[in-house]
């Protein structure tokens, strides 16, 4: 078994910045990709980032050049370095950790920008 668990959220003024903590632990030498998401009120779950064992990040338009999701590879730890916050940022934020054969999620954790 494995578990997520996201740290971070808070409130936060428009055009700050937050940094997200997930850590994978449990039954896990490695991961093959985790990344993050978010869902906003009555609306649907959408990918923010995604970061490889190898590095490689992908990200969803709407967040490029201003979120930046890294590892820490021995730690099974990703984070999400969150700059020029806006509004429409607001959301439950969750990580994902995908070991090859299943996709763990975590509880996620809130993310309010609002002034």
């Known amino acids: 078994q494995v578990r997520v668990v996201e740290s971070g959220g808070g409130l936060v003024q428009p055009g700050g910045s937050l940094r997200l903590s997930c850590a994978a632990s449990?039954?896990?030498?490695?991961?093959?990709?985790m990344g993050w998401y978010r869902q906003a009120p009555g609306k649907q779950r959408e990918l923010v980032a995604t970061?490889?064992?190898?590095?490689?990040?992908n990200y969803v338009d709407s967040v490029k050049g201003r979120f930046t999701i890294s590892s820490d590879n021995p730690k099974n730890t990703v984070y999400l370095q969150m700059n020029s916050l806006k509004r429409e940022d607001t959301a439950v934020y969750y990580c994902?950790?995908?070991?090859?054969?299943?996709?763990?999620w975590g509880q996620g954790t809130q993310v309010t920008v609002s002034s």
């Open positions: 994902n950790c995908n070991i090859g054969t299943i996709i763990y």
């Open positions: 449990g039954s896990i030498s490695s991961f093959y990709a």
């Open positions: 970061i490889t064992r190898s590095g490689t990040t």
